[in-house]
């Protein structure tokens, strides 16, 4: 069961752009949301977080906006560079204050100079 | 801060063999989890372990087992190898059962033949 889900596995976007990527849910529980970060041969790195009291969250070029009432939830990069070419995944924790994430498919980012 | 290590780094073992994957934590984080990685089912939780005690755990046959000792390291054990159990497994710590944020190592590629 894919409580979380990406349905995009790719974007293309060119340099200076803003790159949007879409992340949606299914369980009504999740109540923190994270965006990680994925190079190859490397471990996701955390980029940026939500708790689901607030509808979105800024962080130097990466926000994060949360939809509760449609399930959706999207990480915007602005501007992209192409060192932001990497997989994004989008992931929650099945219980509040546990560490169990459940994480989406991923979105392979492509940022063209 | 050292970062989260994981070692082996790459493993190739054949079916039926078993296989030990160990993981150290950044100094001073307490929770360790366990994730698999595969091009099918994505990222995947396997369990998680605080103050050497087992809190949470995924959806995984008993073949998967793990351990935490009282200096936060932790192994997992992977008992007669099967070809689908080939995957990245990572390993993420934080600080506390708290914290949300969770930082992975680099992970071990496991190969079985």
């Known amino acids: 069961d894919q409580q979380v889900k990406q349905n995009s596995p790719s974007l293309s976007v060119q340099e200076g752009r803003i790159s949007i990527l879409n992340c949606d849910y299914t369980n009504s529980m999740f109540d923190y949301f994270l965006w990680y970060k994925k190079y190859p041969a490397e471990g996701p790195t955390f980029l940026i977080s939500i708790s689901s009291i607030k509808d979105k969250n800024e962080d130097g070029r990466f926000t994060v906006f949360l939809n509760k009432s449609a399930k959706h939830l999207s990480l915007h990069i602005v501007p992209s560079q192409p060192g932001d070419s990497a997989v994004y995944f989008c992931a929650a924790p099945l219980q509040t204050g546990a560490n169990n994430l459940f994480f989406g498919t991923g979105t392979r980012l492509t940022v063209i100079p | 801060k050292a970062g989260v290590t994981q070692t082996p780094r790459y493993l190739i073992k054949t079916r039926g063999q078993q296989v030990t994957l160990s993981c150290s934590p950044i100094?001073?984080?307490?929770?360790v989890s366990w994730y698999q990685q595969t091009p099918g089912q994505g990222l995947q939780f396997l369990f998680e372990?605080?103050?050497?005690?087992?809190?949470n755990k995924g959806n995984f046959p008993g073949r998967f087992s793990g351990r935490q000792f009282s200096n936060s390291r932790s192994e997992m054990n992977v008992s007669t190898l099967e070809l689908g159990d080939s995957a990245l497994y990572l390993c993420?710590?934080?600080?506390?059962?708290?914290?949300?944020?969770?930082?992975f190592g680099p992970g071990t590629r496991l190969t079985v033949l």
């Open positions: 372990y605080f103050s050497e005690t087992q809190r």
């Open positions: 993420a710590s934080s600080l506390d059962l708290q914290g949300y944020t969770q930082y």
């Open positions: 100094s001073g984080h307490r929770s």
